[in-house]
């Protein structure tokens, strides 16, 4: 057996949309503006459902995490991917990739379970209404949410660190505009069977199971709005649900596709397209889904506008 040449890498060259110079000025504006606009959007949701004393709820707090999450998540991608478009050094620190590489698979876990556990209160609001106060208090709101943030985290650090410490003998050119844990793994010159074991194992625990059980959870949810007899509860529950199916069926649908697409040498570009897609436009779409569908939102908004112009 040939010894492996542990050429140490200090950087990595991110190739991204180098061979498509039309595209990167077409993403430029876009992205930028759209990351403003994610930015803007994301902050006035969380920071209403903080100041609104109408909107202290297990509900109102997760989408305020959701909001948090969708600032972070965006965060990791567009500032590394605006520096890509904007300067000529393509290249980014070995720690940069290490930690960028990190973040993004934290903050895209977190928020595959983040969605379940709102639907999980969805489920307990609309058929269990008399119990929701104790099922659903503020202690176990706040125990899901941390729990969720901290176990996505750690098990981001676990996938990074075997991820990184992998021998790339001098091969530092990742066929993206970030450092994608599936670019990276490429050109490692080892085994990689470990780190294809624990990504397999994420995607199941993160992809299906959540999936099923907010298919779960809708299911019932329907079950039971279809026994109650009022018309108006049948319009509010069915408002309430469809906003937060909205944002399932368009994060979920980007993840599967991205998972599911051929990995050949002309798919690589299309998967780049979805990744700004998923990384970037969804996070921008999540407010403005919550902020159009619900009527608290744009009530609380409104209270908290006035209340900033009138101490003005």
């Not at 430029?28 to 006035?44: D, I, K, Q, R």
């Not at 972070?72 to 290490?98: D, E, N, P, Q």
């Not at 899901?144 to 098990?155: D, R, S, Y």
Request: proline share 4%.
């Amino acid at each position: 057996m040939e010894p492996i040449n542990r050429t140490e890498v200090s950087e990595f060259f991110l190739k991204g949309f180098s061979g498509y110079p039309a595209l990167k000025r077409l993403l430029l504006p876009l992205c930028s503006a759209v990351y403003l606009v994610t930015l803007l959007g994301n902050t006035a949701i969380a920071a209403v459902s903080v100041l609104d004393s109408h909107l202290l709820t297990p509900m109102y707090f997760l989408l305020g995490n959701l909001s948090i999450l969708d600032i972070c998540y965006t965060s990791t991608f567009v500032s590394l991917m605006l520096v890509h478009l904007l300067s000529a050094r393509k290249t980014i620190s070995f720690i940069g990739c290490t930690i960028q590489m990190c973040l993004s698979l934290s903050a895209g876990s977190t928020e595959c379970l983040l969605l379940a556990i709102m639907a999980c209160d969805h489920y307990l609001a609309i058929c269990r209404p008399l119990s929701y106060p104790v099922l659903m208090s503020h202690r176990l709101c706040l125990l899901l949410a941390g729990a969720t943030w901290v176990l996505c985290l750690f098990k981001s650090v676990t996938k990074t660190v075997i991820a990184m410490r992998l021998p790339f003998c001098g091969h530092h050119v990742v066929s993206h505009f970030t450092c994608e844990i599936l670019a990276v793994l490429k050109l490692a010159c080892a085994d990689i069977s470990v780190n294809d074991a624990f990504l397999l194992v994420g995607i199941i625990l993160l992809l299906p199971v959540p999936l099923e059980f907010i298919c779960l959870s809708y299911t019932l949810i329907q079950a039971t709005i279809l026994r109650v007899p009022s018309a108006t509860r049948h319009c509010k529950a069915f408002s309430t649900c469809s906003v937060h199916l909205a944002v399932v069926l368009l994060f979920y649908g980007t993840i599967i596709f991205m998972c599911m697409r051929p990995k050949s040498k002309e798919a690589r570009i299309s998967g780049e397209v979805f990744t700004v897609l998923h990384a970037v436009v969804m996070p921008m779409l999540n407010p403005v889904i919550y902020s159009l569908r619900n009527k608290e939102v744009k009530e609380a908004a409104r209270k908290v506008w006035g209340r900033g112009r009138t101490s003005k």
